[in-house]
């Protein structure tokens, strides 16, 4: 049984995440703070919202972060 894992990230690095973690982990669900995404499917997995995190993502999920941010 694989583990699950929430990928924080939808974009560039979130799909580059996805495509070299899926044969290792059940991923359950992107999420994204781009309201233009959630609702949306990425690889046919679910995006959702930060909000969201709790009604998707059990104890037994990690929360994979792949963002790159630069505050200045």
Do not use: E, Q
């Not at 699950?4 to 991923?27: H, S, T, V």
């Not at 499917?41 to 919202?49: E, G």
């Amino acid at each position: 049984m694989l583990k699950k894992i929430a990928i924080f990230g939808a974009g560039f690095y979130g799909m580059n995440a996805y495509l070299r973690l899926r044969d290792y982990f059940d991923i359950v669900c992107f999420i994204d703070n781009n309201p233009a995404l959630v609702g949306k499917y990425l690889y046919h997995i679910p995006i959702c919202s930060g909000n969201m995190i709790h009604d998707i993502c059990g104890d037994d999920t990690d929360i994979f972060v792949c963002s790159k941010n630069i505050l200045k």
